[in-house]
T-cell receptor
Framework: SQQGEEDPQALSIQEGENATMNCSYK?????LQWYRQNSGRGLVHLIL?????REKHSGRLRVTLDTSKKSSSLLITASRAADTASYFC???????????FGKGTMLLVSP | NAGVTQTPKFQVLKTGQSMTLQCAQD?????MSWYRQDPGMGLRLIHY???????DQGEVPNGYNVSRSTTEDFPLRLLSAAPSQTSVYFC?????????????FGDGTRLSIL
């Protein structure tokens, strides 16, 4: 069953704007990961945040984790057309060794 | 460095046929896994392996077999293809236990069952 659920399902913005995607999950986790998928390609890992961390940065990406609300957000600052892709969150539930993926957010960045 | 290589990229089968989807990685990763991606469903785990000779079932294993005779290769076998198995299949690998490490994905095999 789906553990993580991304919101919104689709997001359309202009170049230069910020994009925020959210992920909610149901049970306690060890870590949460964000992936990007360009059309017709495999998933590419972006950031891993552990359950004892609250925020991580990587270039223009900022990920937050609120374990009390069972939610995470991915912020992409100063978006570019090349950021157009689907973004997925994946969680490692406590007591499990595998990742469970959400359904993804489709991001369209227009020039 | 090729990473994770999946073959073929596209395949059309008739109902009842069998085939093997190939996956190879050159990063000496212990953990490998197979997912299927369907519209509106995200990725669902089919089978995974924590090392050569060890495999286990994921969320949707029915109709699929796997084996892991070497660290590098993790083929997925469809025993008797059904239209419900029409999907995009992704292979992934990571240095160790799948949930603790970032996973490296291949570019997928797009499979249609007629």
């Amino acid at each position: 069953s789906q553990q993580g659920e991304e919101d919104p399902q689709a997001l359309s913005i202009q170049e230069g704007e910020n994009a925020t995607m959210n992920c909610s999950y149901k049970t306690s986790i060890n870590n949460l990961q964000w992936y990007r998928q360009n059309s017709g390609r495999g998933l590419v890992h972006l950031i891993l945040i552990r359950s004892n961390e609250r925020e991580k940065h990587s270039g223009r990406l900022r990920v937050t984790l609120d374990t009390s609300k069972k939610s995470s957000s991915l912020l992409i600052t100063a978006s570019r057309a090349a950021d157009t892709a689907s973004y997925f969150c994946a969680t490692r539930q406590s007591g499990y060794s595998t990742l469970t993926f959400g359904k993804g957010t489709m991001l369209l960045v227009s020039p | 460095n090729a990473g994770v290589t999946q073959t073929p990229k596209f395949q059309v089968l008739k109902t009842g046929q069998s085939m093997t989807l190939q996956c190879a990685q050159d990063m000496n990763h212990e953990y490998m896994s197979w997912y299927r991606q369907d519209p509106g469903m995200g990725l669902r785990l089919i089978h995974y392996s924590v090392g050569a000779g060890i495999t286990d079932q994921g969320e949707v294993p029915n109709g699929y077999n796997v084996s892991r005779s070497t660290t590098e290769d993790f083929p997925l076998r469809l025993l008797s293809a059904a239209p419900s198995q029409t999907s995009v299949y992704f292979c992934a690998s990571s240095p160790e236990q799948g949930g603790n490490q970032p996973q490296h994905f291949g570019d997928g095999t797009r499979l249609s069952i007629l």
